[in-house]
């Protein structure tokens, strides 16, 4: 213990006499312990962190699975899981609502759930104020009770004795019973919670809609789970075989990944990203320590003949690097905490799951510490080793050079190609992202996104689902909006463009073999359309018609397909003269009825989904001929959308003075929405690799620097014997790049596996994208020709006869 604390005093003496060269390692270290600390913190609450409820590791969610497709189920399979499983102490289902809550001005719209009684007890949450819902509650007639998150009660008042009192829901009142305490909830997008209460005709076997989460029994597994859940619809599919035969179940841990799979992706590709980040920075600090041995070579060596092992000095110089990165780690806590806090800023909503708790803590701590500590190692043993094999006769010797000397500058050189290598993998993986950046750019979205507003009206359930009055009032809604000046087209749809058809539906082409396994047909995205839907979207038919005022209840049932339809399943057939057979959507109620046949009388360009790089197979049928209670609406403006807001809300009220216009948004806006998460990714890793590119730069210069200041004498004896200053320059040069070069060309292998590991995030990039890596080869060199010409400059203006003198 006495050895190590004088140790440690011996260290700071000695650092604290070369404060330039402490703050720059210091600073280098915070930098890359901070970018670490930042992105681990982000990957660690949503991938690693075990889920904040009480005895998470009992939560599983429960899915219906057709094939190897997970989905939601339907309320017939709920009732029966729930009566048939052994295996849980308590089976939950959900599902998402919207609700118009009235206010003094105009009604606001709020997100919320639908969930069984009994959730959030199962969930473990406790109460801010209140309680859970009551098993009397989950009984049509008295379910009109309603849980808050803590932000929606602040957002209404922060009122403590709102207990009790009533809140008009979609026209109706809702006695409050809870309120959720602040944090997790409150980062949702679901703000409000009602009883979910079916009613007859719901409880069918058909109709997919719900989500369903469960806790185990003690001592249950996730397999017996499973065993049981696998019997449970086994019976099921004998009993109902038109509706279930071909579905089983999938039970798997609650957790906070269940996000798409290039996100996820996404994450451990940035954690790796900063992890050549530190390694960089170790290497720069390395050859920094490599720079001070140098320096200190006769203190070392007068040590030595003193009696000093060579075990000794290494400790001492190792004491020294572990003692640089705790205190770099140390300021890389504070630097990681406001990158944290950056990114939490400009994180696109709903990047993260909302149990994601960005926040530092013990793990993210013990990470810090353990990633300070290599790091330490990493850039402390190369130089305390070299420094320790000092020959003191010679290092004592006037003017006399260490045998060590050419060794350690070749590791110093090595260090430099290694850290060209790192930080062009880096590098190309940030090009290669803006290259994907820049294809989703051109993507032909299949419209026209300028000048159109859209918003959702969120019709409350408790209105009337007759067809024909469903039709009246969106017929008399588009009309009002049609009269505000300044539009020029409107349109209703159940899914509206980038956000998909609204149903996903299975079918049957009329005339082709029908599956005897129903589970067995094929897929498509399936929506009503006003007439004005192409128009009002620029959306191009490019074979047949469009839907028309004239497809009408009374007339043909007909539908449109996009050109993604018609390639996966029409290639061999004339699509205008082909019906399709889908079961129907009955209006405000999940069930399916029978199967009704839909010729196809138009195939429209396709629209791309959501995420912008593929399009779906679409059907869109006539709004008007299945008119649907809840919808999207697309305005079409003359001047700009999103200044018209007011007056297209306005028309909207005048119609209905109780639905809200919910998430008022331009298509420019969810386009832009839709990028969100590409362009934050990007500027993460452009921003990661500028760090590496100057570090790079920096490496290269400091080796340069070093390299000149060693071989003074030599450059000045060739100056002497006829050498012009420009051959000087280009000598220098020469060795920096070709240090950069051998660092680039090991780096390209490391770039083809940065290439490959990204290959589910980009977009049109190949593996091996020639263009990226020229360009960054390209801008490297640049920046070693530059770090290079500095120190060359400064070699070729030596003054030969006074450098030769002083040596």
């Given at each position: 213990?006495?050895?190590?604390?004088?140790?440690?005093?011996?260290?700071?003496?000695?650092?604290?006499?070369?404060?330039?060269?402490?703050?720059?390692?210091?600073?280098?270290?915070?930098?890359?312990?901070?970018?670490?600390?930042?992105?681990?913190?982000?990957?660690?609450?949503?991938?690693?962190?075990?889920?904040?409820?009480?005895?998470?590791?009992?939560?599983?969610?429960?899915?219906?699975?057709?094939?190897?497709?997970?989905?939601?189920?339907?309320?017939?399979?709920?009732?029966?899981?729930?009566?048939?499983?052994?295996?849980?102490?308590?089976?939950?289902?959900?599902?998402?609502?919207?609700?118009?809550?009235?206010?003094?001005?105009?009604?606001?719209?709020?997100?919320?759930?639908?969930?069984?009684?009994?959730?959030?007890?199962?969930?473990?949450?406790?109460?801010?104020?209140?309680?859970?819902?009551?098993?009397?509650?989950?009984?049509?007639?008295?379910?009109?009770?309603?849980?808050?998150?803590?932000?929606?009660?602040?957002?209404?008042?922060?009122?403590?004795?709102?207990?009790?009192?009533?809140?008009?829901?979609?026209?109706?009142?809702?006695?409050?019973?809870?309120?959720?305490?602040?944090?997790?909830?409150?980062?949702?997008?679901?703000?409000?919670?009602?009883?979910?209460?079916?009613?007859?005709?719901?409880?069918?076997?058909?109709?997919?809609?719900?989500?369903?989460?469960?806790?185990?029994?003690?001592?249950?597994?996730?397999?017996?789970?499973?065993?049981?859940?696998?019997?449970?619809?086994?019976?099921?599919?004998?009993?109902?075989?038109?509706?279930?035969?071909?579905?089983?179940?999938?039970?798997?841990?609650?957790?906070?990944?269940?996000?798409?799979?290039?996100?996820k992706q996404t994450l451990w590709l940035l954690l790796g990203a900063v992890a050549f980040i530190l390694l960089i920075a170790c290497v720069n600090v390395a050859n920094l320590l490599l720079a001070r041995g140098m320096a200190r070579q006769k203190e070392l060596a007068v040590r030595s003949a003193l009696g000093a092992s060579r075990r000794t000095i290494f400790v001492q110089l190792l004491t020294e690097s572990l003692l640089l990165a705790l205190t770099g780690g140390l300021l890389g806590v504070g630097a990681g905490y406001a990158m944290l806090r950056a990114l939490i800023a400009i994180m696109p909503k709903g990047t993260l799951p909302s149990e994601a708790d960005l926040q530092l803590n013990l793990p993210i701590l013990g990470f810090t510490l353990v990633a300070t500590t290599l790091a330490g190692v990493l850039f402390g043993s190369a130089p305390a080793w070299y420094a320790s094999r000092i020959d003191p006769g010679e290092a004592l010797k006037e003017g006399g050079r260490t045998g060590t000397a050419a060794g350690r500058h070749r590791l110093r050189q090595s260090l430099v190609v290694g850290e060209?290598?790192?930080?062009?993998?880096?590098?190309?993986?940030?090009?290669?992202?803006?290259?994907?950046?820049?294809?989703?750019?051109?993507?032909?979205l299949g419209m026209n996104t300028d000048h159109v507003l859209t918003f959702f009206l969120n019709v409350p359930d408790s209105r009337p689902k007759d067809p024909e009055k469903i039709t009246a009032y969106y017929h008399q809604m588009l009309a009002s909006i049609d009269s505000v000046p300044g539009v020029t087209a409107t349109a209703a749809s159940t899914g509206l463009p980038l956000y998909g058809a609204g149903f996903g539906m299975p079918f049957t082409i009329v005339g082709k073999p029908a599956f005897n396994d129903p589970s067995l047909r094929p897929n498509t995205e399936y929506g009503m359309v006003t007439p004005g839907f192409f128009k009002t979207f620029g959306v191009k038919i490019t074979s047949g018609r469009a839907i028309s005022d004239q497809d009408t209840t009374n007339s043909v049932k007909v539908a449109v397909v996009n050109e993604d339809f018609v390639k996966k399943y029409l290639k061999d057939a004339d699509p205008l003269q082909t019906r399709i057979s889908v079961e129907e959507l009955i209006p405000g109620v999940t069930k399916l009825g029978p199967p009704q046949e839909w010729q196809i009388v138009g195939v429209y360009h396709t629209v791309k989904a959501r995420d912008s790089k593929d399009g779906r197979p679409e059907m869109r049928i006539p709004f008007f001929q299945i008119p649907w209670p809840g919808a999207g609406i697309g305005v079409r403006t003359a001047g700009d959308p999103a200044a018209m807001v007011k007056s297209i809300a306005a028309a909207v009220h005048r119609v209905d003075p109780e639905v809200a216009v919910a998430f008022p948004r331009t298509m420019d806006e969810i386009h832009d929405n839709v990028l969100s998460n590409d362009r934050f990714t990007l500027t993460l890793f452009v921003c990661f690799a500028v760090v590496a590119l100057l570090l790079a730069a920096l490496g290269v210069y400091g080796v340069m620097s070093f390299s000149v200041a060693q071989r003074k004498h030599e450059i000045a004896l060739r100056m002497a014997l006829g050498s012009r200053r420009s051959g000087v320059v280009a000598l220098i040069v020469r060795e920096g790049l070709t240090l950069a070069g051998i660092g680039l060309g090991l780096g390209l292998v490391g770039a083809y596996f940065v290439g490959r590991s990204m290959q589910t995030t980009l977009y049109g990039v190949g593996k091996l994208d020639l263009s990226v890596f020229a360009s960054v080869a390209a801008l490297l060199l640049t920046s070693a020709v530059i770090a290079c010409v500095v120190p060359a400059r400064r070699a070729a203006s030596v003054q030969p006869m006074q450098a030769l003198r002083s040596e």
């Amino acid at each position: 213990m006495s050895s190590l604390l004088r140790n440690l005093r011996y260290s700071v003496r000695m650092l604290w006499k070369s404060p330039g060269l402490t703050l720059t390692v210091l600073l280098t270290l915070a930098l890359g312990i901070g970018a670490n600390t930042a992105i681990f913190t982000v990957d660690y609450a949503t991938l690693l962190a075990p889920m904040p409820y009480p005895q998470p590791e009992q939560l599983v969610v429960v899915w219906s699975k057709i094939k190897t497709y997970h989905n939601g189920i339907s309320a017939g399979d709920y009732t029966d899981w729930k009566n048939q499983a052994h295996s849980f102490s308590t089976l939950s289902a959900f599902t998402g609502a919207s609700f118009n809550i009235a206010s003094k001005e105009e009604p606001e719209n709020i997100d919320g759930r639908e969930v069984t009684v009994g959730y959030y007890n199962m969930m473990g949450r406790p109460f801010f104020l209140g309680r859970d819902f009551l098993p009397e509650e989950g009984v049509a007639g008295k379910d009109h009770v309603v849980i808050l998150t803590h932000k929606l009660w602040a957002h209404l008042g922060g009122d403590s004795k709102i207990l009790g009192t009533a809140m008009r829901l979609n026209g109706e009142p809702y006695t409050v019973v809870g309120v959720l305490p602040p944090g997790l909830d409150d980062r949702s997008d679901e703000q409000l919670a009602v009883p979910l209460v079916f009613k007859p005709e719901q409880l069918n076997h058909d109709f997919h809609w719900l989500l369903s989460i469960g806790r185990l029994k003690p001592g249950v597994t996730i397999q017996q789970a499973q065993a049981d859940m696998d019997a449970v619809t086994a019976n099921i599919a004998k009993a109902y075989p038109k509706s279930n035969q071909g579905w089983g179940s999938f039970v798997e841990p609650l957790k906070n990944d269940f996000l798409p799979s290039e996100r996820k992706q996404t994450l451990w590709l940035l954690l790796g990203a900063v992890a050549f980040i530190l390694l960089i920075a170790c290497v720069n600090v390395a050859n920094l320590l490599l720079a001070r041995g140098m320096a200190r070579q006769k203190e070392l060596a007068v040590r030595s003949a003193l009696g000093a092992s060579r075990r000794t000095i290494f400790v001492q110089l190792l004491t020294e690097s572990l003692l640089l990165a705790l205190t770099g780690g140390l300021l890389g806590v504070g630097a990681g905490y406001a990158m944290l806090r950056a990114l939490i800023a400009i994180m696109p909503k709903g990047t993260l799951p909302s149990e994601a708790d960005l926040q530092l803590n013990l793990p993210i701590l013990g990470f810090t510490l353990v990633a300070t500590t290599l790091a330490g190692v990493l850039f402390g043993s190369a130089p305390a080793w070299y420094a320790s094999r000092i020959d003191p006769g010679e290092a004592l010797k006037e003017g006399g050079r260490t045998g060590t000397a050419a060794g350690r500058h070749r590791l110093r050189q090595s260090l430099v190609v290694g850290e060209f290598a790192l930080a062009l993998a880096l590098l190309s993986g940030a090009g290669l992202a803006i290259h994907s950046f820049l294809n989703l750019l051109k993507v032909d979205l299949g419209m026209n996104t300028d000048h159109v507003l859209t918003f959702f009206l969120n019709v409350p359930d408790s209105r009337p689902k007759d067809p024909e009055k469903i039709t009246a009032y969106y017929h008399q809604m588009l009309a009002s909006i049609d009269s505000v000046p300044g539009v020029t087209a409107t349109a209703a749809s159940t899914g509206l463009p980038l956000y998909g058809a609204g149903f996903g539906m299975p079918f049957t082409i009329v005339g082709k073999p029908a599956f005897n396994d129903p589970s067995l047909r094929p897929n498509t995205e399936y929506g009503m359309v006003t007439p004005g839907f192409f128009k009002t979207f620029g959306v191009k038919i490019t074979s047949g018609r469009a839907i028309s005022d004239q497809d009408t209840t009374n007339s043909v049932k007909v539908a449109v397909v996009n050109e993604d339809f018609v390639k996966k399943y029409l290639k061999d057939a004339d699509p205008l003269q082909t019906r399709i057979s889908v079961e129907e959507l009955i209006p405000g109620v999940t069930k399916l009825g029978p199967p009704q046949e839909w010729q196809i009388v138009g195939v429209y360009h396709t629209v791309k989904a959501r995420d912008s790089k593929d399009g779906r197979p679409e059907m869109r049928i006539p709004f008007f001929q299945i008119p649907w209670p809840g919808a999207g609406i697309g305005v079409r403006t003359a001047g700009d959308p999103a200044a018209m807001v007011k007056s297209i809300a306005a028309a909207v009220h005048r119609v209905d003075p109780e639905v809200a216009v919910a998430f008022p948004r331009t298509m420019d806006e969810i386009h832009d929405n839709v990028l969100s998460n590409d362009r934050f990714t990007l500027t993460l890793f452009v921003c990661f690799a500028v760090v590496a590119l100057l570090l790079a730069a920096l490496g290269v210069y400091g080796v340069m620097s070093f390299s000149v200041a060693q071989r003074k004498h030599e450059i000045a004896l060739r100056m002497a014997l006829g050498s012009r200053r420009s051959g000087v320059v280009a000598l220098i040069v020469r060795e920096g790049l070709t240090l950069a070069g051998i660092g680039l060309g090991l780096g390209l292998v490391g770039a083809y596996f940065v290439g490959r590991s990204m290959q589910t995030t980009l977009y049109g990039v190949g593996k091996l994208d020639l263009s990226v890596f020229a360009s960054v080869a390209a801008l490297l060199l640049t920046s070693a020709v530059i770090a290079c010409v500095v120190p060359a400059r400064r070699a070729a203006s030596v003054q030969p006869m006074q450098a030769l003198r002083s040596e």
